[in-house]
């Protein structure tokens, strides 16, 4: 029996995703001002893992594969114990930003990337629930 994601299960695993990517983004804004410690860095970037699995789940629920998107966490991991192992401030997150939020526009440009394909498979034969 396979499992099949209801419409809501991918959306609203995007809408967490993206909640939580700002949160990254936040916390580390708060970071460099020395009003978040690393671990609470470490939460959000946690908390990202969490929602990223769901959105694996929900797209290979309708059999679409998210193999491309995979290499993006450990990369964003990458990046943020790089920053985290600097000194807070603002000059630290100017110069890791950019590739942080590079890698989450990456994410997100996958995830588009895979919204036809997953209107298709909603609206296929087997969307009913079988």
């Given at each position: 029996?396979?499992?099949?994601s209801?419409?809501?299960?991918?959306t609203?695993?995007?809408?967490?995703?993206?909640?939580?990517?700002?949160?990254?983004?936040e916390?580390?804004?708060?970071?460099?001002?020395?009003?978040?410690?690393?671990?609470?860095?470490?939460?959000c970037?946690?908390?990202?893992?969490v929602?990223?699995?769901?959105?694996?789940?929900?797209?290979?629920?309708?059999?679409?594969?998210?193999?491309?998107?995979?290499p993006?966490?450990?990369?964003?991991?990458?990046?943020?114990?790089?920053?985290?192992?600097?000194?807070?401030?603002?000059?630290?997150?100017?110069?890791?930003?950019?590739?942080?939020?590079?890698?989450?526009?990456?994410?997100l440009?996958g995830?588009?990337?895979?919204?036809?394909?997953?209107?298709?498979?909603?609206?296929?034969?087997?969307?009913?629930?079988?």
């Amino acid at each position: 029996m396979s499992f099949r994601s209801d419409r809501s299960d991918v959306t609203m695993a995007v809408h967490n995703l993206i909640r939580s990517m700002k949160a990254i983004q936040e916390s580390l804004r708060l970071w460099s001002f020395s009003q978040a410690t690393p671990e609470q860095v470490s939460d959000c970037y946690m908390q990202f893992g969490v929602q990223f699995n769901a959105i694996v789940k929900a797209f290979e629920g309708y059999g679409i594969g998210t193999g491309d998107l995979h290499p993006i966490p450990a990369s964003l991991r990458a990046a943020l114990e790089n920053l985290l192992g600097e000194d807070p401030s603002q000059a630290a997150l100017a110069m890791y930003m950019p590739v942080i939020r590079g890698l989450l526009y990456e994410l997100l440009q996958g995830l588009k990337a895979k919204q036809a394909a997953w209107k298709a498979a909603k609206s296929g034969p087997l969307s009913a629930g079988s």
